[in-house]
């Protein structure tokens, strides 16, 4: 904007009387943010009234002095001054860094700098144009967000996502210096039994206490717990040896053995189950060490619980519960019998008047079936095939399914919106966007009936495949929503490079908007940002109608979830359209 105004004055410098520096002068004034010009010399040529609010100094007062005597600039990824504008100016890119006005931080900017050469008049030779645009709030929100993203929010313990990454450094870190650690995953007994008897109030209250005591009994300067899910937890000891680890785990077992839970002046028995896996440089994946550990703890549990085991896959039990689970959740005979159905749920317009509209956008649901006839939730399945490997066939089936079923729609002003999520592995695949382009073209469908949702973590894992996928389809007419908002890896940073329609707030967000001011002031702020990018909001997890009165004055555009409607065989949503 400021280069544009820029030039602007220099090609009208003869009109009206006016001299160019009042033009310039003019020009600069309007600008909304901060925007000084200094010489080579370090000089105050110029500040614009926003630049006065800042320093809240008027210009006549900098005129002529160093700039260094009012502010400095600190670099937001070296903690380095930032002086070179000469080479920021060369490399014409935003650079994020912290104000300072003395030693007190005025905002957190990106900085553009222009270089202005002996064209625009002798006064402004050779000159720097500084322009601050202020991500203070922005900087503020992500780190809120980050911490979400590492963070259990009934604990505020490490989530099993920050686990999961820590394990696979140290996986890396045995295999390099052949360092050894210990993994140990532990459930509490009576959890299923206190939530079902005396509710799920006092089920978080015992999940809370339970954390408390394992803080208690660990070394945090090394060792590294977690809330894996629901009542279960992971403890990684960080370079310590069996006998070490061993001797934690036997305080641990004892602590809560000893721990009473009370509720209602009575008083419930608590105690612990749970298995270990050594971490050394055979260990092959941390998929492999949760589910092992997990394996180990549920045995500890068959077996009456109260007790602590090691995992040894030669062990019979060890054995007969991976060939159970395997069994179980056997999804090669699920592909060859065809024991999958889609379902749809509507992603619908909040706006009172579009939203007394019929549905004409939808999430697409899988759901898998056992052999009797009964629904297995993708929670359950899904898992089991990102650790077996399965989802590019999983992905597949979906995209190959929804497409055989949208050649019925005959709808085409506009035509209805199906959304697809597709997974880290398939998108990681050079050869699925082909899979996608041909049954696009053998199908004759509409491409743009087709919504992708990807997540940050899945697009950031290759950026340059995503950005592939994203463009290629995108330029046949489909749309892309970013899903999961504001629990990815960096979210407000990936906007600028991945070319999404939609922004999808997480519901972890949504689902306590009534009463949490945090999750309301995080979705006002995902609204604003993307709103000025030019993207529509999805809100998920809308359960009610006071939900999507707020939402709806908040700005969002869309809402999915049993508020508005739950999902249904995409089948019979289809003749809708046809």
Not at 135 to 162: F, M, P, W
Not at 255 to 280: C, D, H, M
Not at 548 to 565: A, F, H, K, T
Request: with cysteine.
């Amino acid at each position: 904007m400021g280069w544009l105004l820029l030039r602007r004055t220099h090609s009208i410098s003869g009109m009206a009387g006016k001299t160019p520096m009042d033009y310039k002068q003019e020009a600069f004034k309007v600008i909304p943010y901060p925007l000084v010009i200094i010489n080579a010399n370090n000089i105050f040529l110029y500040v614009n009234p926003a630049a006065e609010n800042m320093f809240k100094m008027r210009l006549r007062r900098l005129m002529g002095r160093d700039y260094k005597s009012i502010f400095s600039l600190i670099d937001n990824n070296t903690d380095l001054p930032i002086s070179n504008f000469s080479r920021l100016a060369e490399s014409s890119r935003w650079k994020e860094c912290e104000l300072k006005v003395g030693d007190k931080k005025i905002l957190t900017a990106e900085l553009s700098v222009i270089l202005l050469d002996s064209a625009y008049q002798s006064e402004y030779s050779d000159s720097y144009v500084l322009s601050f645009k202020d991500i203070t709030q922005r900087k503020a929100l992500e780190s809120q967000v980050e911490i979400l993203e590492k963070r259990d929010s009934l604990t505020h313990l490490y989530n099993r996502k920050a686990f999961e990454s820590l394990l696979k450094a140290v996986i890396h870190d045995s295999r390099k210096h052949g360092a050894s650690h210990v993994f140990f995953h532990l459930s509490i007994d009576q959890f299923k039994k206190i939530n079902e008897t005396i509710g799920y109030t006092a089920g978080d209250v015992l999940i809370r206490r339970v954390a408390e005591l394992l803080q208690q009994n660990v070394d945090k300067s090394i060792d590294f717990l977690s809330r894996l899910n629901m009542d279960e937890f992971g403890i990684l000891f960080r370079e310590r040896g069996i006998s070490s680890a061993a001797n934690t785990m036997r305080h641990i077992h004892k602590a809560a053995k000893e721990f009473q839970f009370t509720w209602n002046r009575v008083t419930y028995p608590i105690t612990i189950s749970g298995g270990f896996v050594l971490v050394t440089n055979t260990s092959t994946t941390a998929a492999k060490l949760l589910s092992d550990g997990d394996l180990t703890c549920r045995i500890a549990r068959d077996k009456g619980g109260d007790r602590i085991l090691a995992y040894n896959k030669n062990n019979q039990d060890v054995q007969r519960a991976e060939n159970d689970t395997k069994g179980m959740w056997n999804l090669k005979d699920a592909f060859r019998d065809n024991r999958f159905r889609l379902f749809a749920q509507p992603i619908h317009a909040l706006e009172p008047a579009k939203y007394k509209l019929p549905y004409s956008h939808y999430e697409i649901l899988i759901r898998m079936y056992d052999e009797d006839g009964n629904i297995i939730p993708p929670d359950e399945f899904i898992p089991v095939a990102e650790n077996n490997g399965m989802m590019p066939e999983l992905d597949r089936w979906v995209v190959r399914d929804v497409m055989r079923q949208l050649k019925s729609v005959t709808q085409q002003s506009p035509p209805p919106v199906f959304a697809i999520n597709l997974s880290g592995i398939s998108l990681d695949d050079e050869d699925f966007l082909d899979f996608v382009l041909k049954e696009i073209d053998a199908t004759q469908i509409d491409p743009r009936m087709l919504c992708f949702e990807i997540t940050e973590q899945v697009a950031v894992s290759n950026i340059q495949l995503a950005e592939k996928f994203i463009e290629t389809l995108r330029a046949r007419g489909s749309s892309f929503s970013l899903d999961d908002f504001g629990t990815g890896v960096s979210s407000y940073g990936y906007l600028r490079s991945l070319n999404v329609d939609y922004l999808k707030i997480d519901g972890i967000f949504i689902k306590d908007i009534l009463s949490d001011d945090v999750s309301r002031a995080m979705v006002q702020s995902i609204v604003q940002v993307g709103h000025t990018m030019g993207l529509k909001i999805i809100a998920e997890y809308v359960e009610n109608d006071q939900i999507i009165n707020l939402l709806r004055i908040m700005s969002v555009d869309y809402g999915q979830g049993y508020g508005i409607n739950r999902p249904e065989p995409l089948q019979e949503l289809i003749q809708a359209h046809t």
